[in-house]
């Protein structure tokens, strides 16, 4: 079982930054595949990013390409989504995702993760 829980979202101007953590509780973390997803009213949730669980792998949405960027902790079971150059369009929940157990090295698809947290707030104004 995978408890997570983000924190770090609030509102922001179009152009500044934030920080997303998920903390994840259990003992597989470190061996789990982790995602961030988001969603904006009206919208389905898409994929933003995905690491693998030793870090070394990372996978983008081409929409944040270049202006997010996903890591982890393993040793804090904490995953970070930093986020610069926000723009209005970015503003949506975000959820964190684990995928475990898995052989996967990075997953893109919802229903490729079996935990997810509560979601954060991003709002961007314009």
């Known amino acids: 079982q995978v408890q997570l829980v983000e924190s770090g979202g609030g509102l922001v101007q179009a152009g500044d930054s934030l920080r997303l953590s998920c903390a994840a509780s259990?003992?597989?973390?470190?061996?789990?595949?982790m995602g961030w997803f988001r969603q904006a009213p009206g919208k389905e949730r898409e994929f933003v990013a995905a690491?693998?669980?030793?870090?070394?792998?990372?996978y983008y949405a081409d929409y944040v390409k270049g202006r997010f960027t996903i890591s982890r902790d393993n040793a804090k079971n904490t995953v970070y989504l930093q986020m610069n150059s926000l723009k209005a369009e970015d503003t949506a929940v975000y959820y964190c995702?684990?995928?475990?157990?898995?052989?996967?090295?990075?997953?893109?698809?919802?229903?490729?993760?079996?935990?997810w947290g509560q979601g954060t707030q991003v709002t961007v104004s314009s």
């Open positions: 259990g003992r597989t973390f470190s061996s789990s595949v």
């Open positions: 995702a684990a995928r475990t157990p898995t052989r996967a090295v990075v997953a893109v698809t919802p229903r490729e993760y079996g935990y």
């Open positions: 690491i693998s669980w030793s870090g070394g792998s990372t």
